[in-house]
C-alpha cells in the first residue's frame, strides 16, 4: 500500500510539471488556435535563465524562478507580437514551421551560452528535507511543487470565470470574429496569452530543476509529453490539461517501477486507451457540439 501511495506521489510531482508546461500550451491553442512545437524549449531557454540568474545569486532557486519568469513573459509577447502574428496571418503552415525552426535555433542558443553540459539547482534549504504523509516519508520539495500547481490551477480558474479579462479570453476562444465585431482587441488578447503561457513553461522548467537535470535536449522531450497531455485532456481545456496531466504522470510512475521498459509505450497507450474511448479528448467538444 505504502508502495503505490509512493508512486502516486511520485506522478503527482511529474504531473505538476506537465500542468504548469501544459496549461500554456492549451491556454495558446484555445484563444490563438496555434499549434506551438517551441513550447517545451521555451521551458528549456526559461530553465536555463533561471539556472544562471540563481547561481550568480549563489544558488537561490527564488531569483532563478523571479528571473526567469520576468524574461520569458515579455519575451513571449514580443515574440508573439512580432514574429507569430504576421506569419499567422499567411497561414497556419507557416507557423508551424517557425515554431519548429524555433526549437533548432532555441537548441543551438542554450549550447552557445551556457553548454551541452546538464544543469541542476539545490533545493531551497527548508524543503531540502522529508515531510511525514502518515507512516510516509516524501521529499517536501516535490510537496511543494504539487502545491504551485494546484494553485496554479485554481488562479487560471479564477482568472477565466471571475475576471474580465477571462470573460474575453472565453468570447474570443468561441468566436473570435464575433468578439472583434463586440471591441475586444483579439490581438492584443493573444500576444498577452501567448506570453502567459510562456511563463508558465518557464516557470515550469526552473521549478523543477532540482528534481530533474536540464539539458539543450529538454525540450523536445518534454514537449511531446505534453502534447499528450493537451490531446488526453481534450484541445483548450485547462481543466482537461490538470486531468490529462494527472493520468499520464501517475501512468508515468507507475510504468517506471513495474514495467521500466515499456515505461514510454504505457503512457502512448492510455493515449490511445482515451481517444477510443473519446477522440476529442477527456474534457474537449466533439465538433458538432461547438456548432
Known amino acids: 500500500m505504502q508502495g503505490a501511495l509512493l508512486q502516486v506521489l511520485n506522478g503527482l510531482t511529474y504531473a505538476a510539471f506537465l500542468f504548469?508546461?501544459?496549461?500554456?500550451?492549451?491556454?495558446?491553442f484555445g484563444v490563438m488556435r496555434i499549434v506551438n512545437f517551441a513550447h517545451g524549449s521555451l521551458a528549456m531557454l526559461g530553465a536555463y535563465v533561471a539556472f544562471d540568474a540563481?547561481?550568480?545569486?549563489?544558488?537561490d532557486l527564488w531569483v532563478g524562478l523571479a528571473a526567469a519568469v520576468a524574461v520569458m513573459v515579455p519575451l513571449g509577447v514580443l515574440l508573439e507580437a512580432g514574429l507569430l502574428r504576421p506569419l499567422q496571418r499567411r497561414g497556419d503552415l507557416y507557423v508551424i514551421l517557425f515554431t519548429y525552426g524555433?526549437?533548432?535555433?532555441?537548441?543551438?542558443?542554450?549550447?552557445?551560452?551556457?553548454?551541452?553540459?546538464?544543469k541542476s539547482l539545490p533545493r531551497p534549504g527548508f524543503l531540502a528535507g522529508a515531510a511525514g504523509l502518515g507512516p510516509l516519508l516524501f521529499p517536501a520539495y516535490n510537496l511543494m511543487l504539487i502545491a504551485v500547481a494546484a494553485l496554479v490551477a485554481l488562479v487560471i480558474a479564477l482568472v477565466l470565470n471571475r475576471t474580465a479579462f477571462g470573460?474575453?479570453?472565453?468570447?474570443?476562444?468561441?468566436?473570435?470574429?464575433t468578439a472583434e465585431a463586440l471591441g475586444i482587441h483579439a490581438a492584443a488578447l493573444g500576444a498577452w496569452v501567448f506570453g502567459l503561457g510562456v511563463g508558465l513553461a518557464a516557470l515550469g522548467?526552473?521549478?523543477?530543476?532540482?528534481?530533474?537535470?536540464?539539458?539543450?535536449s529538454f525540450g523536445v522531450e518534454v514537449v511531446v509529453e505534453a502534447f499528450i497531455v493537451v490531446v488526453v485532456?481534450?484541445?483548450?481545456?485547462?481543466?482537461?490539461?490538470?486531468?490529462?496531466?494527472?493520468?499520464?504522470?501517475?501512468?508515468?510512475?507507475f510504468g517506471i517501477a513495474l514495467f521500466p521498459a515499456f515505461e514510454q509505450a504505457l503512457i502512448?497507450?492510455?493515449?490511445?486507451?482515451?481517444?477510443?474511448?473519446?477522440?476529442?479528448g477527456l474534457l474537449g467538444r466533439a465538433p458538432l457540439e461547438r456548432n
Do not use: C, F, Q
Request: no cysteine; charged share 10%; glycine share 14%.
Open 233 to 253: 485532456g481534450g484541445l483548450g481545456n485547462v481543466w482537461g490539461a490538470l486531468l490529462g496531466s494527472v493520468l499520464i504522470g501517475v501512468s508515468r510512475a
Open 167 to 177: 470573460m474575453r479570453l472565453r468570447a474570443v476562444s468561441a468566436d473570435r470574429e
Open 54 to 59: 540563481a547561481s550568480r545569486a549563489g544558488g
Open 20 to 28: 504548469l508546461l501544459s496549461a500554456g500550451l492549451t491556454l495558446i
Open 268 to 280: 502512448y497507450a492510455v493515449m490511445a486507451a482515451v481517444l477510443i474511448v473519446r477522440p476529442w
Open 205 to 216: 522548467g526552473a521549478l523543477v530543476l532540482p528534481v530533474l537535470t536540464v539539458a539543450p
Open 102 to 118: 524555433l526549437v533548432l535555433v532555441m537548441g543551438d542558443l542554450v549550447k552557445l551560452l551556457w553548454g551541452p553540459e546538464y
